[in-house]
C-alpha cells in the first residue's frame, strides 16, 4: 500500500527561510541584475516637473442678474465662490477639446512629446501623452487642481497658466454666442413694439387734431353744455355743441382703444427695454469666470521618476516572483521523490 506523507509536516520540514537559505546565491545574482538593470532604466527616464494652479468657479454667469436686476430673489453674490455644480462645469470646460486643441497648438506638444508627423496615429498618440502629463481634479474644498507634468519646468508652468486663462475665455465665447442671440431677438421684439407704439400715437395725433383729448371728461362737459343750450334755446351754442358731440361719437371709441391699448403696449415697452438693455450688457460685458487662488510657477524639483522607488519595488518584485518559481521546482523535487 502507497503511504502518503503528511503535507503540514512536509511543509514545516521544508521552511521557507530554509528555502530562501538554500537558493540564497542564485537568489543574490537574480536580485542583483535586477537591481541593476532597475538602476539603469529610471536612470533612462528623463525627468518631469510638476506645476500646479488651483481655481475657484464662481458663482456669477451673467452680470445683469447679479448687478443689473432688482426684482431677482436669488440675486447672486459676484464675489461668491462656486460650488459642486460650478466645479463640475469647470472641469467639463477644462477638459474640452477647444482647450486641448489650443494647447498643443501654441506649444507643438507634437513636436514636444517627440510624435513624428508620419506615424499612423500621431492625433491619438498626443491626446493619450496629453492626459498622462495634464489633469484636472476638484479638491474637497470644491476648488478644481490643474497640474501639469513637464521635462521642462517653465513649459509646465506656463500650460497650467494658460489653461486657467483658457477656460475664461473659452466659457465666455459660449456665453457670448448665446447672449448675442439672445440680444438680437430683444433687441427686434423692443424696436418692433417701439415702431408699433409711435404708430398709436401718430393715430392719437390725428384724433387730437379734431378736438377729442380726453373722451370721457370732454364727453360729459359737451353733454351738460348741451343740455343748458337746449333749455336756453341758444341755437348757435346748439349747433356748435352737436359738432362736438358728432366728432366725440364719430372718434370716442377709437380713441379709447388707442389710449388702452398704448398703455398696455407702453406697460410691455418697458419690460422690453429692461430686457434689452440686461442683453446687451450681458453681450458686451465680461466678468471673470474664476478666482485663481494659486498660480503655477516653475518647480525647482522634479516630482517623477522616483529611481529609489522604482528600483526598491523592481527589487521586492523579483524576490517574490523568484520565491514563488523556487517554491513551485521544490514542490515537484518532493513529488518525484514520493
Not at 540564497?24 to 537574480?30: D, F, H, N, Y
Not at 517627440?114 to 489633469?135: A, P, Q, V
Amino acid at each position: 500500500m502507497i503511504k502518503y506523507s503528511n503535507d503540514k509536516e512536509d511543509f514545516n520540514s521544508l521552511s521557507i527561510v530554509y528555502i530562501i537559505y538554500k537558493w540564497k546565491k542564485p537568489l543574490i545574482i537574480v536580485l542583483s541584475i535586477a537591481l541593476v538593470i532597475s538602476a539603469i532604466a529610471s536612470l533612462l527616464i528623463k525627468d518631469k516637473y510638476k506645476s500646479t494652479t488651483i481655481l475657484f468657479p464662481a458663482t456669477t454667469s451673467s452680470i445683469s442678474k447679479a448687478l443689473l436686476t432688482e426684482n431677482n430673489y436669488k440675486k447672486t453674490d459676484i464675489l461668491e465662490f462656486g460650488e459642486e455644480a460650478e466645479a463640475e462645469q469647470m472641469l467639463q470646460i477644462l477638459n474640452s477639446d477647444g482647450i486641448r486643441t489650443r494647447i498643443c497648438e501654441k506649444y507643438n506638444l507634437m513636436t514636444h512629446y517627440g510624435i513624428k508627423e508620419n506615424e499612423k496615429y500621431k492625433r491619438t498618440k498626443l491626446y493619450e501623452e496629453y492626459l498622462n502629463n495634464i489633469t484636472f481634479k476638484r479638491t474637497e474644498y470644491m476648488s478644481v487642481k490643474i497640474e501639469v507634468l513637464d521635462h521642462n519646468p517653465d513649459t509646465a508652468a506656463l500650460i497650467a497658466n494658460d489653461i486657467a486663462a483658457l477656460h475664461d475665455s473659452t466659457k465666455i465665447f459660449i456665453q457670448k454666442e448665446r447672449a448675442n442671440q439672445a440680444l438680437r431677438i430683444v433687441e427686434q421684439e423692443y424696436f418692433s413694439k417701439l415702431k408699433e407704439i409711435q404708430a398709436m400715437e401718430d393715430s392719437l395725433k390725428t384724433i387730437n387734431s379734431f378736438g377729442l383729448y380726453d373722451y370721457e371728461s370732454q364727453s360729459e362737459v359737451t353733454s351738460e353744455q348741451y343740455a343748458i343750450a337746449i333749455s336756453k334755446g341758444d341755437q348757435r351754442a346748439i349747433k356748435s355743441l352737436e359738432e362736438k358731440l358728432k366728432i366725440i361719437g364719430q372718434y370716442g371709441s377709437a380713441y379709447v382703444s388707442l389710449r388702452d391699448n398704448m398703455y398696455m403696449q407702453r406697460k410691455q415697452l418697458n419690460l422690453l427695454k429692461s430686457k434689452f438693455d440686461e442683453a446687451k450688457v450681458d453681450a458686451q460685458e465680461t466678468l471673470p469666470q474664476k478666482f485663481v487662488v494659486s498660480s503655477a510657477y516653475p518647480a525647482e524639483k522634479k516630482s517623477y521618476p522616483s529611481r529609489v522607488l522604482i528600483v526598491i519595488v523592481a527589487v521586492i518584485s523579483t524576490f517574490l516572483t523568484s520565491l514563488i518559481l523556487i517554491l513551485i521546482i521544490e514542490n515537484l523535487k518532493r513529488i518525484k521523490l514520493k
